[in-house]
């Protein structure tokens, strides 16, 4: 089936194709039928017949999103979602359902899903589902990439900052340029120029995996790429450019070289010194055709405005001094580049010390711009207003595995919440020597969240809980021990009457009226429903017979005084009630109390 038109040429759909989803589902025309509209919208689609299948594929292909049906063999949607929330809490499930069960929902709403659908499924809440998820993921991304890259920047100025301007400096900064990046490899070239316009490119050092597999100044081996001096290279890195993409983005000619090299993607960024082009970086990706983003180019150019002046001079001491002022500059410029991140950036150490602090999170913790970094503090004195770290700290838990991680926090002192990132640096020698902590406040889309789950189980017009809600907490109930428990039935007189004669917005207002009166009638603690068009009904916690009587009659008087909606109807109730002292029975005291508000009307009627 073809993708519907709504969604195939909008253009909100583009964040789909980022992400890659696991969609579960036992009954195999469902599953074609939805795989079809999914495939050409996402970046990839694995499916599943069952939820043990969906688990191995969910442990094997790490997708970003999870969409799954309750109702399946082997393992349920329900199951299968716990399950993954247990080992990623961070990775969103849609959970879709044959029908509205209300303790499925209210299962969902405790494993704080991201998403619960009905079939028939609506294809246009799926896809807003989807697209909202896309959405948060690639903020997600976007935190962790510039977490990554300020990580690896900022250690590649560190490292030619602090360096006696010597080899080891450049092998660094290569290797972190390298890896903030996530390239494959990286070459360093340098442009010699043989007569008048006229020049050669040298390939000088080089890092593959990791590993060091051409020494700077040693020469090059025999396996490693030589490539032409192009002429359109050199024209664009000499304005100060850089120069990127995946093969497909390269003029034939320069696919032929790529293709020689095996690089599927290739990155290149220019080094000045002293205002002069000196050669370039050059980033390979060997296994994808991809994008590099604004941010990895800026970056990784700003670690080659430090490497730039190392270039050609480290044995001479008096240029030294000068490299040192560039590296300055440059480091200058990386904290510039740090300051205009809107999300708060900090760099810790392995005691909880804050070495760097970007503009937003001085000003979101009052931090003096000036002070130094001995001066910042601990960070959680500035972030919490407390002596030590607070439980499930992301840094804590950093400095025991050396791992990345991430956590979503409520944060009392700034009254927000905060997803934050943690991710470690090290210094030369492997050690760990702290992270880089980036934390984005998240309390307007928690607000989001917090009402799309009050809309779940809330009627949208009386604002009283809906039916739904009503028959999870029925069945939460008869499976306690709480007792006893009463329950009111109460319908609204007069609601037909009222539409066929005043129209429906008449009877809106009278049902809004009634709902004012309930809350007005019963106790704040007690469950108000919105369960049919004109049908109510209220549960009583720990409410027996003798009690029930005195609530009952004091309702009634309170019903039979003059109430009136916006537009001066009157609101009257037929009202019921019953009381069971056993729990498991609560389903027949609703019915008791149904029939004792049908007559009720009748009696009503007779006055």
Known sequence: MAVPQLYADTPSLLELREITVLFAEDDPSVRTHISRMLSPVCGELYTAENGRVALELFRRKMPDLVLT?????????????????????????????????????????????????????NIQKLFSNLQQQA???????????????????????????????????????????????????????????IMPDERDLLLISGFAGGEMVLRFLDGAEPDMPELPCLDRWYSVLSQGKSISGPRSAFPAEERYILDAMHVRSLLLTPIFEEGNLWGFACLCDMQRERPWSDAETSMVMTAARGLGSFMGRLKLEDERRDARKSLELANVQWRETFDTIP??????????????????????????????????????????????????????????????????????????????????TFDADGNLVGSVHVARDVTKRREMEDKLRYLSTHDEMTKLYNRAFFEAEIEQLEKGRFAPLSVVIADLDGLKEANDSFGH?????????AADLLREIFRAGDVIARIGGDEFAVILKGVGEELLETIMLRARQIADEDHLSEDGLKVSFSMGSATTASPSR??????????????????????
């Open 586 to 607: 609560l389903q027949d005291a609703i019915k008791a109390a149904d029939m004792a508000m049908y007559q009720d009307k009748r009696a009503r009627k007779l006055k």
């Open 69 to 121: 049906d309750i109702s399946m063999p082997a393992m349920t949607g329900l199951d299968l979602a716990r399950q993954i929330k247990h080992e990623r809490p961070s990775v969103p499930v849609i959970i879709i359902s044959s029908h509205e069960n209300p303790e499925h929902l209210l299962q969902a709403i405790n494993l704080q899903l991201e998403g619960y659908l009905t079939k028939p499924l």
């Open 505 to 513: 917005d008449a009877g809106d207002g009278l049902i809004r009226a």
């Open 135 to 193: 959405l948060l993921l690639r903020a997600r991304r976007l935190a962790n990439q510039q977490s990554r890259l300020l990580s690896g920047v900022n250690m590649a100025i560190q490292y030619l900052l602090s360096a006696d301007a010597n080899q080891d400096a450049v092998d660094f900064a290569l290797q972190e340029m390298a890896k903030a990046a996530r390239a494959d490899k990286i070459f360093l070239y340098r442009y010699q120029e």
């Open 343 to 424: 999300d708060m950036v900090t760099v810790l150490d392995t005691s909880h010390q804050m070495v760097h602090v970007n503009k937003a999170a001085r000003e979101r913790m009052d931090i003096c711009e000036s002070g130094s970094g001995s001066l910042i503090g601990p960070c959680f004195q500035h972030l919490h207003g407390a002596s030590h770290p607070p439980e499930g700290c992301p840094h804590s838990l950093l400095l025991k595995d050396h791992k990345p991680h991430e956590a979503e926090v409520f944060i009392p002192k700034l009254n927000c919440y905060l997803h934050v990132t943690v991710n470690p």
